[in-house]
């Protein structure tokens, strides 16, 4: 049983209660109107509740006018609908149609209209939209634990999509199917999904570290498939390739630290320097490869430059914080 279900069943039952104890006739209806009250998140049940209360006061106008001028008809109602419906829309409480139509119909199988009908129905809305709120802003499940895992699962793909990298170079004849990188897209879609649920539920100083890790994440493998396409094009062995194949190996590791070691931005400023004093490239094929290789280092690079860019706040005994 899901927790929405165990909330709805809360606040319905504390909105029959409610309107049971102030006397008011068919208590059941406050129960309706929280059950179509109850949202997924605490930011999203205010925008929703709002515009649901709203929507049924704008429908209570309309309802009140078309009654009192032509009576308790059914074709009255197709008139409620057609004239009620695109006021609410321009008024920006789309999401309490449903709402407001239930208010109304329930108005219209009394068959009267008065401003004690009216102040009840209100109530009823107060009740029951107000018994969701409650039960809402009460408790949200906390996602910490779903989001760690997820990012303990990133980690770990592109630990394997790194040391695959590092296998290649150094024997171009290795066969890897790339499913990992497959994968990885769909985990961090999956995380950017639950981190916005986990900023929804914020009401107060909202938390953007987990938004802003996994958006990282989905930029760096952006570039992790440059650097596929890049490793692609080294068909040989080399000691340029053999080189960089170390720093993927580095990589491997570093990415399961949850802070930004440095280690393979230092690495990799070495190598570069390296480069600079070995002899230029004798050959076309020379030629070719050496550029793939240093095209995958400025790749490389821009990889690490992402996540020290969007890194997460640290701890003070820390110098540097990010996820590589």
Same mark, same amino acid.
């Given at each position: ?41 605490? /930011? ?11 929507? +049924? $006061?704008?429908?209570?106008? @309309? &309802?009140?006018? #078309? ?78 634990? /779903? ?11 592109? +630990? $394997?999509?790194?040391?695959? @990298? &590092?296998?290649? #170079? ?155």
């Amino acid at each position: 049983m899901g927790f929405r279900v165990i909330k709805t069943a809360i606040a319905a039952l504390m909105a029959v209660l409610i309107a049971d104890a102030a006397g008011l006739h068919s208590p059941t209806s406050a129960g309706l109107l929280a059950i179509l009250g109850v949202d997924v998140t605490r /930011k999203r049940s205010l925008k929703t509740i709002s515009a649901r209360f709203f929507a +049924s $006061v704008v429908g209570l106008l @309309f &309802a009140s006018v #078309l009654f009192a001028v032509f009576g308790f008809h059914y074709w009255v109602l197709a008139a409620y609908i057609l004239t009620a419906f695109p006021a609410i829309v321009r008024a920006g409480f789309k999401e309490g149609i449903v709402t407001g139509s239930v208010v109304v119909f329930r108005v219209f199988s009394g068959g009267e209209m008065s401003l004690e009908v009216i102040g009840v129905q209100i109530l009823m809305l107060i009740i029951g939209l107000g018994s969701a709120m409650v039960v809402n802003m009460a408790y949200m499940p906390k996602p910490d634990n /779903k989001l760690l895992n997820i990012r303990h699962d990133i980690d770990a793909l592109f +630990s $394997v999509i790194f040391n695959e @990298f &590092a296998n290649t #170079l150094k024997d171009p004849s290795y066969v890897w199917d790339g499913k990992e990188i497959i994968e990885a897209e769909k985990v961090i879609l999956s995380g950017i999904a639950a981190s916005k649920m986990y900023l929804e539920n914020q009401v107060i100083h909202p938390n953007e570290e987990w938004t802003v890790y996994f958006y990282m994440r989905k930029a760096q493998l952006d570039s992790i498939q440059h650097m596929m396409h890049l490793i692609s094009q080294v068909y040989t062995t080399m000691t340029h390739a053999e080189m960089v194949a170390e720093l993927f190996d580095q990589l491997s590791a570093d990415v399961h630290t949850e802070f930004y070691t440095g280690r393979t931005e230092k690495l990799l400023q070495e190598m570069e320097e390296q480069f600079r004093v070995m002899d230029l490239p004798t050959t076309r094929e020379e030629f070719e490869l050496r550029s793939a290789i240093r095209q995958l280092c400025r790749e490389l690079g821009l990889y690490l430059k992402i996540a020290k860019k969007d890194k997460a706040p640290f701890p003070c005994q820390q110098k540097e914080n990010s996820f590589l």
